[in-house]
């Protein structure tokens, strides 16, 4: 079956960088687009950018841009986002979710990486 | 690329319909039959329930339905089971950017 299973979690101090993984099985990988989505505690989800596995080509959200890095790994059906310069507003859970028809709408989602940021 | 507009919270006894509204703008609900809506229970990740406004996955019962007209959706849900208890979340394609709803928290009294 299509699955995402992602990183584990993570805490940073602020400044720092963070990468989380999502590796995909049951599916080919570079079929689809991947994007990461975020949600801080007790709050909303964010969508924070796309990456084209087949291509490498990304697209990330305004708020995010200069700031979030989303790269491919096809050899091991392995997608990362990087955020760099991370803040205490940046602690969230962090999902991958696959895009079945570059539609913007997601399934499967990955488990979710908790990435705490303080210090 | 402002958040789509939900309701805070919506409820409803067991056996009752609830419908939840998301508003966006012509930019993204109103100009793309590309709506999504996601249940979330705590703790857990969101679970796709329905996509492209009114279709429904493999596995998503029928009483969850999707509709839209001009900029707003919505989300139905009939003969409410306690299990429905969740936030919901509505999701639009904006061709370069997807934006997210603030979310909805809906109880079954």
Redesign the interface.
């Known amino acids: 079956q299509v699955q995402l299973v992602q990183s584990g979690a993570e805490v940073k101090k602020p400044g720092a960088s963070v990468k989380v993984s999502c590796k995909a099985s049951g599916y080919t990988f570079t079929g689809y687009y991947m994007?990461w989505?975020r949600q801080a505690p007790g709050q909303?989800?964010?969508?924070m950018g796309?990456i084209n596995p087949n291509s490498g080509g990304t697209?990330y959200?305004?708020?995010f841009q200069g700031w979030v890095t989303m790269t491919r790994d096809t050899s091991i059906s392995t997608a990362y986002m990087e955020l760099s310069r991370l803040r205490s507003d940046d602690t969230a859970v962090y999902?991958c979710?696959r895009d079945p028809d570059g539609?913007?709408?997601?399934?499967?989602?990955?488990?979710?990486t908790l990435v705490t940021v303080s210090s | 690329?402002s958040?789509l507009t939900q309701p805070r919270s919506v409820s409803g006894s067991p056996g009752q319909s609830v419908t939840i509204s998301c508003t966006g703008t012509s930019s993204d609900v109103g100009g793309?039959n590309?709506v999504?809506w996601?249940q979330q229970h705590p703790g857990k990740?969101?679970?796709?329930m329905i996509?492209?406004v009114s279709k429904r996955?493999s596995g998503v019962p029928d009483r969850f339905s999707g509709s839209k007209s001009g900029n707003t959706a919505s989300l139905t849900i009939s003969g409410l089971q306690a299990e429905d208890e969740a936030d919901y979340?509505c999701?639009?394609?904006?061709g370069?950017?997807?934006?997210?709803?603030?979310?909805t928290k809906l109880t079954v009294l």
């Open positions: 994007h989505v909303g989800l964010e969508w796309w697209n959200a305004q708020k999902y979710a539609q913007g709408w997601f399934d499967p989602w990955g488990q979710g | 690329q958040a793309y590309y999504s996601y990740a969101p679970k796709l996509y492209d996955p979340y999701c639009s394609y904006a370069s950017y997807v934006v997210f709803g603030g979310g």
